[in-house]
């Protein structure tokens, strides 16, 4: 009951959230149902159900870490929403309130699924319920990301439905029975047809790579996380591609036990490399601070991707970098969004002294600069520089210089963008709105970049143990 409580309640709330009459009012149940939510898994994580429906919704080691990761990467954005909400009075937030809500339902059936099937269903549904909030300003770029959006998706998806069905196949071929349950996937891996696996985890990578936003398939990040809210492209960034990678795993598990990992690892270090380089070119030079922003997603989906492929300590340090990222992330959109509601733009060109205009959003956006990059004494520091160890110690010198390489680029091309933003001369008066920097919409942003700061000098227990089990049970002997 409380795995299907922990979907039902967002769910409900979006119900709720379409038929309350008040605009006023309707943004308030964001974060009521990011605080039930976060209250929910934490009760189940400490040791509530663990399975139900014959385990097509189950908690396992691996998706405990994520289920717990994008409940407070959410309740970060929730905390946001109402303030930013109040200040767009003029606009209806009914559909953004509903679908957002909605977002929290299905990602969290994403994770909770143990069925490839509900899975992918799943996954398909964040794209529909995140693209009218994409479209949430109603000019003709955000229709334009919407539908560039819905359009990749969509194709990644469907190839994410065909390789299930390769997966099912190679069952077949191998003279086991057909099954679309995770459980029965795994401990009949070791017989599974080689070839149909090979074409299937391409394919799989390929459409849950998509959403992930691994390059080449990264072309509608930009566009939507530069048209969409703040808090939208912070919840895309934190969570949207938390779960997504969370999908690739589900794959990767079974190659490891199918004796495919070396495969499924060059697959996947080829993706995090070409990924990385790929942000680190588009970044320079880039005057859009969303777009600036939604290059370093990609990036940091390629730092994840890289550390599995690596195996070894790594492995930890790409999970662990799901927390780090997702809640600095928070922290840089939610700054990025008030400043652009400050400014009426995006562009450097127009926007320059924010620390003078927004004192606490300018020093909250040059401080999760400084963290993204993986500068010291920040939480992305400590997971990046696990995943360096980690190439080290895997005995491939030049895949971890190859990474430090692309650090240094996406230091310096980033730093271009939000550095010459944060100082330089105020813009003239009359040029920006009457927004400012007010205690509702400042709050989210100063907890989250605390937080960051926090995870750079304390992993809080349970979440190391979690993470060495996550990778333990990625890494399990497929004898055992």
């Known amino acids: 009951m409380m795995l299907l409580l922990i979907i039902l309640v967002p769910t409900v709330l979006s119900g709720l959230a379409m038929v309350v009459p008040w605009n006023q009012w309707r943004p308030l149940l964001i974060p009521l149902a990011a605080t039930l939510h976060l209250g929910l898994v934490i009760t189940t994580l400490s040791g509530g159900e663990t399975s139900a429906f014959d385990r097509w919704l189950a908690i396992d080691p691996l998706n ?4 717990l990761a994008i409940s407070c ?6 905390l946001y929403a109402p303030g930013y909400l109040w200040a767009r009075a003029n606009r209806s937030n009914r559909v953004l309130c509903g679908c957002v809500l909605l977002f929290l339902g299905v990602t969290s059936l994403v994770c909770l699924s143990h069925h490839l099937g509900l899975m992918w269903v799943a996954m398909e549904t964040t794209t529909l319920v995140t693209a009218p909030c994409i479209y949430f300003n109603h000019n003709a770029r955000a229709l334009e990301a919407t539908w560039k959006y819905l359009l990749i998706g969509s194709v990644g998806i469907a190839l994410a439905l065909l390789g299930s069905f390769f997966l099912a196949y190679a069952m077949i071929q191998a003279g ?8 029965e996937l795994v ?5 599974i047809s080689h070839p149909w696996l090979h074409a299937a985890f391409i394919l799989l990578v390929v459409g849950y790579g998509t959403k992930m936003g691994l390059a080449p398939m990264h072309t509608w990040k930009p566009d939507a996380y530069g048209e969409a809210p ?3 492209g912070a919840l895309l960034a934190g969570v949207l591609t938390s779960v997504a990678f969370l999908c690739v795993l589900r794959f990767f598990h079974i190659a490891h036990i199918a004796h495919e990992d070396r495969f499924a690892q060059r697959i996947l270090v080829f993706f995090g490399l070409l990924s990385m380089g790929t942000a680190a070119v588009f970044m320079a030079r880039q005057k859009d601070i969303k777009r600036c922003l939604a290059y370093s997603s990609v990036e940091h989906m390629g730092m994840l991707a890289f550390g599995i492929g690596l195996g070894g300590m790594a492995v930890g340090g790409s999970l662990l970098h799901v927390f780090h990222n997702g809640i600095c992330k928070v922290a840089l959109f939610l700054a990025a969004g008030n400043i652009h509601r400050a400014y009426g733009s995006k562009s450097t060109d127009e926007v320059t002294g924010v620390i003078r205009r927004l004192p606490i959003s300018g020093v909250v956006l040059l401080a999760g600069f400084f963290a993204i ?6 939480g992305p520091f400590v997971s990046e520089f696990q995943i360096l160890n980690g190439a080290f110690e895997a005995g491939k010198p030049a895949l971890g210089l190859c990474f430090l390489l692309f650090l240094l680029l996406v230091f310096f091309g980033m730093g271009n963008t939000l550095v010459n933003c944060a100082f330089g001369p105020l813009p ?9 920097d007010r205690f509702s919409v400042v709050f ?3 907890l989250a970049i605390g937080l960051t700061v926090l995870l750079g000098v304390w992993t809080p227990e349970p979440l190391p143990a979690w993470i060495t089990d996550a990778q333990q049970f990625l890494q399990r002997s497929p004898a055992e």
């Not at 990467?73 to 929730?78: E, G, Q, R």
């Not at 003239?428 to 400012?436: D, R, V």
């Open 64 to 67: 405990r870490v994520f289920l």
């Open 73 to 78: 990467i959410y309740l970060l954005c929730a």
């Open 176 to 183: 086991s029975e057909s099954t679309l349950l995770f459980d």
């Open 187 to 191: 401990e009949h891996s070791h017989k």
């Open 230 to 232: 703040g808090m939208i």
């Open 373 to 378: 990059t993986g500068s010291p004494l920040f």
């Open 428 to 436: 003239e008066e009359g040029t920006t709105t009457q927004f400012s």
């Open 444 to 446: 989210p942003l100063l």
